[in-house]
Every structure is written in structure tokens, then in C-alpha cells.
């Protein structure tokens, strides 16, 4: 079996993980807010994190030299999945999706100002492209306004600032480092935000298994996509997280009678192509003359 394959089946777990985890949102959003969804999420993935990390012998790389990039990037993170899990309850599910793969663009614009790379003419085209399909998604206007849409294309941005500050901190710090401070920190934030009110539910019981699979599904999910990455091209890897949309708005349609809205798909394409013309530009070979 060849790298490229064995890419594209972990980008098919990665789709998987990434649905169920729409799936699991919405059915926990019922019985807890998604500060109380953040914090049971967290819990778990902090057993989970250390368990595996024990078990591995990786514990001993969770250091503390750098705290604040940590806490910056966890912020973010919190941010965007908090607004996410809202978003999911309140738009349909394709537009949520078709929102959220706007992130690498805001990665970058976001990237010369808190990693020191320069913004090129490709990287800016990109940009144009993609901020013309959130134009097609969203169809702005005061009559059509969705606060729900809001909240996923701030998602986004919030899951962009993650990148960027991961990325940051790939550079000195073991992924087990970070998948340890990322889920004890937002356990912390999580805890904050939803005791602010002194109330935090408890999941029924009923919802105690879609918990659970939130908290799998977003660990497995980003394994799936970084093992892939490292299988396969980004050029390769990248279109294939694409067919997520059309999972989801199929989901959506089974399970929620959402409806089909060409707008998002046509919106998406236009997104899609953003992205890989900015993969394709920047991993294609140099030749020299």
C-alpha cells in the first residue's frame, strides 16, 4: 500500500471524527451550554493525553518554558470551539463546515504579524478568493443577517489563531506538550466560564456517551489529519478534508432535513480553490533557468 493511500484512508478517519463530532455537539447541546461541553471535553482528554503519554513514556517531554505561547494559543482555541459548538446548533451544518475551512486563510494574514512571514502576492490572492466565498456562504445583508453565521466565521478565525500559535510552538515543544496544556488549560477556562454563573450542569445520562464522543473525536481527528500530512503532499492531503462538506450538508439532510443550499456549495468551491491555489503555489517545485 503506498504513502498516498494510506493518507487518504487516514483523511476518511479524519472526516469520520470530524462529523460525529457535529453529530455528538448537537445532541449534547440540549442538557449543557458549551462552556459545560468544553470542560466535560476536557476532562476526558486530559485522561486520555496523560494515559497515552504514560503509557508511550512521553510524559517527561511536558515542560514549562512556554507558558504564555500555551495559554495564547489555548485562548484562541477555546474561543473558536466554543463558537463553533454554538454554531452548529443554530445554522445549518454545510455552512458551519463550509465557514470553518476558511481558517487557513485567516492563518495567513495572521501569520506576518505573530510568526514574521511574509505575506505574498499568492498569499493575498488567496485571501481575495476565499473572503469572496465566505461573500457567496454567508450573502451578508441586513434582511439575511444570521448571528449564527457570525459565530462560525469568528470560529474560524479563532481556530486560525490556534494554528499559528501551534505552529509557533511545534518549533521547541513535543506534540505531547501541547495536547497536555491543551487540554488542561481549557479544562481550567472551561470551568471559569461555565461556573461564572455558580450553575454547572451535569450531562444526563443519556448524554454522557455523545461526551464522550466529542472528546475522542476531536483527539482522533487531528491525528488522522497530521498523520496524513505527514504520509502525503498538502496538495494531496488538503482536498480530501474538503469532502467533509459534502458529508456533513448529506448529514444534515438525513438527520436534521436541513436543506440542500447551492449557494454554500458554490461558496465552498470558491474557498477550496483559495486554498489550493495558495498549497499548490507554495509546494510546487522551482525550476531554474
Known sequence: MTDTIKACLWMLGAIVSFTSMAVAGRAVSLDLDTFE??????????????????????????????????????????????????????????????LEFTSPLWVMLLSP????????????????????????VTRPSPETFNFGLLTAALAAIGFAGSAVFTRRLTRTEAI???????????????LICAGWDGDIALPAAASWPWVFVIAVAGLVAHFCLTTALGLAPATVVMPIDF????????????IYAEPLDPFVLVGAILIFAANYYNIWH??????KT
Do not use: D, K
Open 176 to 190: 505531547t506538550c501541547i495536547l497536555f496544556y491543551l487540554t488542561v488549560m481549557q479544562a481550567v477556562l472551561g
Open 282 to 287: 507554495e509546494t510546487r517545485p522551482v525550476t
Open 113 to 136: 504579524l505573530i510568526l514574521g512571514e511574509r505575506l505574498t502576492r499568492t498569499r493575498a490572492l488567496a485571501a481575495i478568493i476565499g473572503f469572496v466565498g465566505i461573500l457567496v
Open 243 to 254: 469532502v467533509r462538506l459534502p458529508v456533513i450538508a448529506l448529514v444534515g439532510v438525513a
Open 37 to 98: 461541553i468544553m470542560l466535560y471535553r476536557s476532562l476526558i482528554g486530559i485522561v486520555i493525553v496523560t494515559g497515552i503519554a504514560g503509557t508511550v513514556g512521553t510524559l517527561g517531554q511536558i515542560t514549562r518554558r512556554n507558558l504564555g505561547w500555551h495559554f495564547l494559543r489555548n485562548v484562541f482555541h477555546f474561543s473558536g470551539q466554543n463558537l463553533w459548538f454554538y454554531a452548529i446548533t443554530v445554522v445549518p451544518l454545510a455552512q458551519v463546515f463550509a
